[in-house]
């Protein structure tokens, strides 16, 4: 049983590793890009910032809700959906200023966890009950 679960171990770490993909596209700005779907099939992908030595912040620098309100609602007039979409987002332990859907001051400890909260969130944002 200790061979399989070991294998186990390894094919996981070697999905991980195959789906999530990190880039560097400035001094201090990694993009995360996943092959896990949101709601409208697009790749799950935000940006790891470096804030300061051993300090770093996820953020999706307003995609995710701006892609909501281009493709499917109309939040302005929609104000119960954007109260569910603060709430989620709360709830998961991030921050939203300005759409900007993120959490900051992470160590590089923190990262791995909250990359896998961040990836989850962002799927659960974009599944929520379409506005009328």
Do not use: C
């Not at 569910?84 to 709360?90: A, L, R, S």
């Not at 961040?118 to 379409?130: A, H, S």
């Amino acid at each position: 049983m200790k061979q399989e679960l070991d294998r186990l171990k390894m094919e996981s770490s070697s999905l991980i590793d195959n789906n999530i993909k990190f880039q560097v596209i400035g001094i201090n700005d990694i993009q995360v890009e996943t092959d896990y779907a949101d709601d409208f099939g697009d790749k799950i992908m935000f940006n790891i910032l470096t804030t300061g030595e051993d300090s770093f912040t996820l953020t999706d620098k307003g995609q995710t809700i701006w892609n909501l309100q281009i493709d499917y609602y109309e939040t302005p007039h929609n104000s119960n959906w954007l109260n569910q979409v603060d709430e989620v987002i709360e709830e998961a332990g991030f921050k939203i200023i300005d759409n900007k859907i993120f959490k900051d001051d992470l160590s590089m400890e923190d990262l791995p966890k909250n990359i896998a909260a961040y990836i989850q969130l962002l799927i659960k944002v974009t599944d929520l009950p379409k506005a009328e």
